[in-house]
Structures are given as structure tokens and as C-alpha cells.
């Protein structure tokens, strides 16, 4: 069972914007950096997006930066992730992922914990 949920995912139009949602199912992730990933049918699964545990740092993959933000509210156990200006090669499986240990590369194996995924399509 994970111990991370994802929600907000769905069909949106090309040009639409999603707000994704990641909470901690029976775990704290306060002092977690916390990670957004994406992975397209037959691809890698990538980082998205990525958050400190203050939320102080940022981290975003360069074809995301001017569109996407993320965000975390401790109080709240939750991380969001905003998109806009959605495109349909951005359709995809989102997950949200955490890791105690200050990831480098943010790379799939340096987080610990992951959720089930949403998916997002984007298409007319």
C-alpha cells in the first residue's frame, strides 16, 4: 500500500491547466523533499518538478520553467504541483515521490516512497 496519494489528474484541453495534489497517507512528509515525476507510455519515467522540505528550494526540468510550479503546505501534509499551458506530449503518469535524504540528480532511485499516480491527458 502506498503511503502517497496523487489526485487532480484527468483530460484537459490542450492550453488547460490541472492542479495536482500529493498527500501523505499515514506519513509525515514535513521533513521529506518531495518530488514530481512523469512517465509516458514506453518512456522513463523523469522528474517534473521538486520541493525542499522547507519549500524554499525549488527544482524544475527545463521544459516545465514559466508553467508549472510546486508547492507544499507542512501544515496541511500536502504538495501541489500547477500546470499551465498544458501540451499534449505532456500526457502522461504523475507520481509523487519522497526521500529523508536531500536528493542530487533527482533521479527514479533516490526517492524512497511513491504513490499509485494520476493520469493527465491533454487532447482535443
Known amino acids: 500500500q502506498s503511503q502517497l496519494a496523487e489526485s487532480g489528474g484527468g483530460l484537459v484541453q490542450p492550453g488547460g491547466s490541472l492542479r495536482l495534489s500529493c498527500a501523505g497517507s499515514?506519513?509525515?512528509?514535513?521533513?521529506?523533499?518531495i518530488g514530481w515525476f512523469r512517465q509516458a507510455p514506453g518512456k522513463e519515467r523523469e522528474i517534473v518538478a521538486a520541493?525542499?522540505?522547507?519549500?524554499?528550494?525549488?527544482f524544475y526540468i527545463g521544459d516545465v520553467r514559466g508553467r508549472v510550479t510546486i508547492s507544499r503546505d507542512n501544515g496541511q501534509n500536502a504538495i501541489y504541483l500547477q500546470m499551465n499551458k498544458l501540451e499534449p506530449w505532456e500526457s502522461a503518469v504523475y507520481y509523487c515521490?519522497?526521500?529523508?535524504?536531500?536528493?542530487?540528480?533527482?533521479?527514479?532511485?533516490?526517492?524512497?516512497?511513491w504513490g499509485q499516480g494520476t493520469h493527465v491527458t491533454v487532447s482535443s
Open positions: 515521490a519522497a526521500v529523508s535524504i536531500p536528493p542530487r540528480h533527482h533521479q527514479t532511485y533516490e526517492y524512497n516512497y
Open positions: 499515514g506519513f509525515t512528509l514535513e521533513y521529506n523533499t
Open positions: 520541493i525542499d522540505w522547507s519549500g524554499s528550494e525549488t
